[in-house]
């Protein structure tokens, strides 16, 4: 019987990776190796460095230049600590802008939770292969255009010569369309400069971001659950209640995180489609760029992010960050 001897090389060292080599991509490579944290910090730093200087950073600045005010002499900045610019806020023209716009974002908010909640309870419990496919496009592809393009799109559609005036008058119905338009809370002779063409464009543009945490929301809740419900004697309704729209709560809130910040802060919409009464985002707009009162401006910008603050205080204890 012939013995086979198994050979071991000489220096194993020598077909293994040493530290050192392969040059500095090699050196490097054994460094994060030996060292994971150091990569880490390398890939965080630059994110962090976005985060804590360009956004935090502006916001401290915006922050303080909230507390300065202007010298209404000379109209420069006086850069003294003082409330007297908030104490600005209070005035029936600034609280008047801060009223309206949270009424807006409310209303906007409201709407697009019913108008949503259907669409999303469809595409959840019933809609199944292509049907879903063409569910999410439907609700994308509204994204996918230019925003300007969509805003100028319905400027043209509630003009007095657009197609939903032209509507109203082949239904016969313009003097339920001038009725609208003469109450005082639409604000304007035309839905194209009114509260309510503001309204409905808001509505409009901020639905998707309402319709997809809700679906995903309703599509976590367990089917088993509905049936339990009706199982012991429940109605549809009840178990609407008591079962599904808790349960779909928390997307609700994600949805209207977006709905309602987005409509607080937004310059453009009523800008184009809007009336001469400002929203927050066109006084900020006009005390910056206009009146040159950047601590009015800055002080009218920080009434949003303490809203939101609140806000969201609220939404994470509805469990909202889970739906996102």
Known sequence: MTAIALTKPADLRETSILPGRGGFFGQLSDAFWRHPKLLLLLMLTPPLLWL???YIGSLIALLLQSFFSIDDFSGLVNYEFTLATYAQLLSPTNFDIIIRTIIMAALVTLTSAVVAFPIAYYAARYAQGKWKALFYLGVMLPLWSSYLVKIYAWKLILAKEGILTWIFEKLHLSWLL???LNLPIIGGNSLSVSYLGTFLVFVYVWLPYMILPTQAALERVPGNLIEA??????????????VVFPLALPGIVAGSIFTFSLTLGDYIIPQIIGSSRLFIGQAVYAQQGTAGNVPLAAAFSVVPIAIMAVYLWLAKKQGAFDAL
């Open 52 to 54: 804590g200087i360009i």
């Open 178 to 180: 001038d009725g609208i």
């Open 229 to 242: 419900s009706s199982d012991l004697g429940a109605t549809p309704g009840q178990t609407f209640r008591n």
